[in-house]
């Protein structure tokens, strides 16, 4: 398999550790659960790790060709995302709520992504 088709793996990998970092911080270090950064941090990196990981699946299986995620496809991924989480995902269930912020977030996230891409 051509190496290119994995291009995204290193954002992908690195919104991986830090979700991890995150979530161990939760964890042990009461003083963190206080933080702002503490409630958007899955958000910034959402698009990060959940984009590259389609994209490649879409490349293994022969669905794409083209391994460069265009900034449309970011815009789309990122209404997608938003519309479920922020807006469908509050109606349907009580463990999820509407946070303006969050859009900012994941914003920031697909902004990151693209520009972080070899071109």
């Known amino acids: 398999m051509n190496k290119k088709a994995f291009i995204a793996l290193p954002q992908m990998f690195t919104g991986i550790i ?10 042990m270090l009461f003083q963190y659960n206080y933080t702002l950064i ?3 941090i899955a958000d910034y990196v959402t698009l990060i790790v959940c984009i590259p990981l389609f994209i490649n699946i879409q490349v293994i299986f022969n669905i ?8 449309y496809e ?6 997608l995302f938003s519309t479920y989480c922020e ?3 509050p ?12 859009f900012i977030f ?12 070899k071109r």
């Open 91 to 102: 109606l349907i269930s009580n463990k999820m709520t509407y946070d303006p912020i969050d």
């Open 87 to 89: 807006i469908i995902g």
């Open 18 to 27: 830090i979700y991890i970092i995150h979530f161990i911080l939760r964890k």
């Open 74 to 79: 970011i815009i789309i991924y990122f209404l």
């Open 106 to 117: 994941y914003i920031l996230g697909g902004i990151v992504l693209y520009f972080s891409q």
């Open 38 to 40: 503490r409630y958007y």
């Open 64 to 71: 794409r060709k083209v391994f460069f995620i265009k900034f």
